[in-house]
């Protein structure tokens, strides 16, 4: 980012340059405070990156705190706790919790027979 905005101000010189030598003196009256406010643009753009990919980083490094935290107190993974608003706010010990879900199997699906339709339904 810091390369374009370089890029930018740059550029920028240029045509005020240019326009220095086509109208004189009169055109540093708007072009140099165009590259100031520009220059300044580029530099809260650049701070306000590096807080926000550092902001990042540390949220990345307490999920991986608190992954590292949940796999030390339960290895096995046999916890089923769900993420959300109160998660962790209420704290019971692994024997109280219900044991995960299993899923049925294919064969213990009950399967819907066709029905004929119901007699208020029927067209004539």
Known sequence: ML????????MEVAAVAFALLGFGWLALL???????ATLLIVVVAAWWERRR???QAREEQE???AAARARALDPEGTVYLTPGLMS???ELP???????PQEPAASQIPTQATA???????HH
Request: charged share 20%; proline share 11%.
């Open 30 to 36: 708007i072009g140099l405070p165009l590259i100031v």
């Open 3 to 10: 390369r374009m905005g370089a890029l930018v101000l740059g």
């Open 116 to 122: 004929e339709p119901a007699p208020d339904r029927v």
């Open 63 to 65: 999920r991986e705190e």
């Open 53 to 55: 990919a550092a902001q």
């Open 94 to 100: 692994s024997a109280a919790l219900p044991a995960r």
């Open 88 to 90: 962790g706010f209420f």
